[in-house]
């Protein structure tokens, strides 16, 4: 069935091994980040085949599919107040921000005999989520009267909303602020988590991380093979993991700029067309729908995505070498938002490949062992 995604199970756990590896030997772990792909359980095995520690993701329902798997999980997304007591139910820890909601997640807790584990994120100027640095003090004073929970980590976000890109001397903010924490209450602190994908390319820095920095959250990196502070491509990380395939319905010559009055689009905007004059044009059946033509790329040589209406997408393939027949299938590569939307559209078939060849049936149903 087209369109479809194809996945590299074998790529994404080379991928995340390369970086269980080499951030190991600095003494930082690695939570898998789940949410890029709908938090399938095949890729989520792979991720724990490679050796990720946790398995992390902002939505509670995914974290709950996932729950006989035998990983620490985390919930990345501040907990809504709808959701306390799957939080506490499937969730392991979860980063949180706001006392009441400690509160909530302390009651749940005791309710259900447990202690849940609570990541304190400190916000150091990206302006998302997290308790702004001079604020971190007061904040810990009132967490650690509630009972139920444990802070078991502080952590920061970057590079999200604001872009702003960390720096050995932010993360050494968040080491401080932990230490300062460790020593006013006793806490004894599990995790200190300097980031996501944005974080990576400290490894590759002479600064580097700084000295108590124990654990990133890694999604974009192992899942497309690229650290998102620069965008640059990380050599011996594998980039080609997850490819869209889209069937071709129309191939015909006609004017690329339409014939009448221009109104608005399906979407309700005013297009703006190039005259290249008559280009042979055709029609994959996928669009807007499945995801937006500005996260994918074409892999097929001189093909050019033109736009999108809901459900059909227009390319020129007039400088193409390849003649292209209805029929045809054609290959894009992903970027982030792209992966997002068709792992989570169920329009979209998903098929799963180890090293470029389908998976049998009897590998696909192999019990884990997984140690954490
Ligand atoms: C999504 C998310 C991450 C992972 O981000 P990547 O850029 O995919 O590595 C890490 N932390 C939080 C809080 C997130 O929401």
Known sequence: MYPQVEVDLKKIERNTNTMV???GEKGISVMAVTKGFGAKREIVQAMLRGGAQFIADSRIQNLKKLKDL??????????QKS???DVVLYSDYSLNSEIETLRLLGASA??????HKVIIMVDLGDYRE???YHKVPEFCREAVRIDGIQIAGFGVNLTCFGGVIPESDTLKRLVEITEAMKKEHGLKIEIVSGGSSSSVYLLYENEGFPEGINNLRLGEVILLGKETAFGKHLDGLHDDNFILKAQVIEVKEKPSVPHGRIGMD??????????????KRAIVAIGKQDVDPAAIYPLEADVEIIGASSDHMILDVSRAVREYNVGDVLRFGLKYGGLLSLMTSMYVDKVYLEDGSPLSIDEMSVNLEVTV
């Open 21 to 23: 590896r080499d951030l």
């Open 70 to 79: 035998p990983a620490r999980k985390v919930l990345l997304r501040l907990p």
């Open 83 to 85: 959701e306390i007591d």
């Open 110 to 115: 005791i309710r259900r005999r447990r202690i």
């Open 130 to 132: 997290g308790i702004r």
């Open 266 to 279: 399906a979407f309700g905007n005013k297009p703006v067309y190039r005259d290249r004059g008559i280009i």
